[in-house]
Structure formats: structure tokens, C-alpha cells
């Protein structure tokens, strides 16, 4: 359990500094601005490439792998979309609930997480999971916000801007660049590569303290009923479902299966509250759906590891 602690202490380490720090020193949010713009153009994407154009080629075109990942988180947002839309009527309400119980902080924590917990063999399923699952989210926060009248785009507007978003995010082009570079053998001169080597390193620890900070700096003022099903589905439903759907799809190393399970378990990513904030909805109640899954995760995840490092899942 030792083990389990040390790997998992650090990274909440990282947030809690963070939150401390923004606490004491009384910076705007919009302070973070450049930390944030280099952890998203920069950072990231540099450890994106790095991971996949080093991945041999087969391990990236793992398609059951992929659909049974996208279709478990789909089925999660639909189950609390629905459970939502039932009490309130309110599509727009309803997916940025959908998206709090079912996207999580999988680009902040999920990458450096997985690759301590299980090695460099973790790397290939973090970035097709980050990849999918991101799509999905892209292109149905702004359809079903098209649906309830929110959106005032054309529908042709609507779908130039979830391209965008797809193609035009900093992972996604770091990803398509990764996987290239691995199809064409091409490898970046050693002084590129060392600069890479440096941006990549710093990612974790950049995007742990600047999500503590942001925590820090969006007060808890409302904290919504709905924390009760957002919290054991996001944390505990969604690994399980998991890792039964990629055990009836296919037979994939158990590496896999525990990289997938852990990216499930994360914390509700701080994207979602940019959503809400983008379409003035459900922003604060957003808010505090990140801070209660990530305050509950530092249990959950810490047990989930547990069970994977010591054989208890089979």
C-alpha cells in the first residue's frame, strides 16, 4: 500500500500546492493565463508526440480497443444526461451534467498518472483514449447546445466549429504528427529531441499546480444536489463498466485494461466548467462538480491502484 501512496501522494501533492499557493498569494485567475497556454499549445502536445512517435505502428490501430472505450464513456454521459433531463426538462443543463459524470481530467492527470503506474506500455492507450474521447465530447457539447436553443449557430457553423475544435486542438494535432512521425521512421534531430525530451517532463507538474490553482480560485458557492450520482458514477461506475465492455470486446493485455480503467477514474476534467462558462450554464454547480470529484478521488484513485498493482483485478 506503501507504493500506492508514494505513486499517488505526488500528483495530489502537486494540486494541493497549487491550491495553497493561489490561495496565499491572491492572483486573478486570469494570472494563469500563460502557465495554461504552455501547458496546452506546448507542454502536452510535446508529450504526445514524444509518446506515440516512438509506439510501434500496430499498437496504434487497436479499433476494438478504441470502441469499446468511446462507447463505455458515451454510455455514462447518456445515463446521467438522461437521469438530468428527466428532473429538469433543460437539455443544456442536462450535458453539462452528462459531461461532469463522464469527462475526465484525462489530459492533465491521465498521461504522466498512467505511465508511473504501469510504464512506457501505458503511453499508446492514454493517447488513443484521450483522442476518442475528446472527439466525442467536442462534437456533442455543441450539438446537443444546437438542440436546446443555446447554441444560436447555423447547424453549418455548429459543424465548422467541432472541426476546429477536433482538428485544430494542440493534442489532437500532437497525436496526428506522433502517429506520423511513427508510420515514417522519421526522428527529430537530437537538439529538437532533447527540447521535446524537456517540454514533455515539465508537463505533469505544470498542469497539476495550475489545476490546483484554478481550483483555488473558483470559489464553492453552490453545491449541486446532483454531486450524489456525479460523483460515484464519474469515480466507480465508469472504470467498472470499463473494464467489463473492453473484457467482452476483446483480449487485451492487462495493461491496457488498467490504463483504461484509471483514465475512467479521473476526476471530472476543468474543461467541463470552461463548457459551462462558454454557454452560461450550470457554471458554478460545474465548478463544484470538478472540486468534489477530485477531492474524492484522492480515496478512489488510491484504491483502484491498489487493486491493479496487487492482482486484485483480474
Excluded at 466507480?236 to 483480449?251: A, D, F, R, S, T
Excluded at 458554478?284 to 470529484?293: F, M
Aim: with cysteine; net charge positive; aromatic share 12%.
Amino acid at each position: 500500500m506503501l507504493s500506492v501512496f508514494n505513486l499517488v501522494l505526488p500528483f495530489f501533492g502537486l494540486i494541493f500546492l497549487g491550491f495553497f499557493v493561489a490561495r496565499i498569494n491572491h492572483q486573478p485567475l486570469e494570472a494563469l493565463g500563460w502557465m495554461n497556454t504552455f501547458i496546452i499549445y506546448v507542454a502536452l502536445p510535446a508529450l504526445f508526440f514524444q509518446i506515440l512517435s516512438k509506439t510501434p505502428v500496430a499498437e496504434l490501430t487497436q479499433w476494438t480497443f478504441i470502441v469499446g472505450c468511446t462507447l463505455s464513456t458515451f454510455a455514462i454521459f447518456l445515463t446521467m444526461f438522461l437521469s438530468a433531463f428527466a428532473r429538469t426538462r433543460k437539455i443544456d443543463e442536462s450535458t453539462i451534467q452528462g459531461l461532469a459524470a463522464a469527462y475526465g481530467n484525462i489530459g492533465y492527470m491521465g498521461p504522466a498518472l498512467a505511465v508511473l503506474a504501469f510504464g512506457a506500455s501505458a503511453a499508446v492507450p492514454v493517447a488513443l483514449i484521450f483522442c476518442f474521447d475528446n472527439t466525442l465530447h467536442f462534437v456533442m457539447a455543441p450539438l446537443l447546445m444546437a438542440l436546446s436553443g443555446n447554441d444560436k449557430r447555423s447547424p453549418r457553423d455548429v459543424a465548422i466549429g467541432v472541426l476546429r475544435k477536433i482538428f485544430g486542438h494542440p493534442f489532437i494535432i500532437a497525436t496526428i504528427m506522433g502517429v506520423g512521425a511513427a508510420i515514417l521512421g522519421i526522428e527529430p534531430p537530437v537538439a529538437i529531441d532533447r527540447m521535446i525530451d524537456l517540454l514533455a517532463k515539465a508537463a505533469a507538474p505544470c498542469a497539476l499546480f495550475a489545476m490546483g490553482a484554478t481550483l483555488a480560485l473558483r470559489p464553492l458557492r453552490r453545491v449541486p444536489r446532483e454531486l450524489y450520482l456525479i460523483v460515484p458514477i464519474k469515480l466507480l461506475v465508469q472504470p467498472l463498466l470499463i473494464y467489463g465492455v473492453l473484457n467482452l470486446v476483446g483480449n487485451f493485455p492487462p495493461v491496457w485494461i488498467y490504463t483504461a480503467m484509471l483514465m475512467a477514474a479521473l476526476p471530472t476534467a476543468t474543461n467541463v466548467f470552461v463548457i459551462a462558462q462558454q454557454y452560461g450554464v450550470w457554471v458554478e454547480r460545474a465548478s463544484s462538480s470538478i472540486l468534489a470529484t477530485t477531492l474524492f478521488s484522492i480515496a478512489t484513485l488510491t484504491l483502484w491502484l491498489y487493486f491493479m498493482t496487487h492482482g486484485l483485478i483480474p
